[in-house]
């Protein structure tokens, strides 16, 4: 059974930077394709990123695209997302989840079938 687990959330100043790290253990990571997703209380989580499992794919949201980076270290068994000139509106509680499938998506969150507990960002002066 593949377990995630995420870390590097904190506060941050606008315009400042974080790094998150999603590492897994059970099972080996390589196999999986991760995504990163994000949700603020009372609002449906959204899909932020994803990453192939060779991460030669990539996908971000339009919201930061150009701001986040996705990346992987399988023999680390860790995905991270670096994410850069951070906004308030980046506040939010942010997951990674992994699925088995061929396509890296954050369109639909149901093809992800293991999830992280989450770790808080929060964006603010």
């Known amino acids: 059974q593949l377990q995630l687990v995420e870390s590097g959330g904190d506060l941050v100043q606008p315009g400042g930077s974080l790094r998150l790290s999603c590492v897994a253990s059970g099972m080996t990571l390589e196999y999986y394709v991760i995504g990163w997703f994000r949700q603020v209380p009372g609002k449906e989580r959204e899909g932020v990123s994803c990453?192939?499992?060779?991460?030669?794919?990539?996908n971000y949201a339009d919201s930061v695209k150009g701001r986040f980076t996705i990346s992987r270290d399988n023999a680390k068994n860790t995905v991270y997302l670096q994410m850069n000139s951070l906004k308030p509106e980046d506040t939010a509680d942010y997951y990674c989840?992994?699925?088995?499938?061929?396509?890296?998506?954050?369109?639909?969150?149901?093809?992800?079938?293991?999830w992280g507990q989450g770790t808080q960002v929060t964006v603010s002066p």
């Open positions: 989840a992994a699925h088995l499938g061929g396509f890296c998506s954050i369109a639909s969150e149901s093809e992800y079938n293991y």
């Open positions: 990453i192939s499992r060779s991460g030669g794919s990539t």
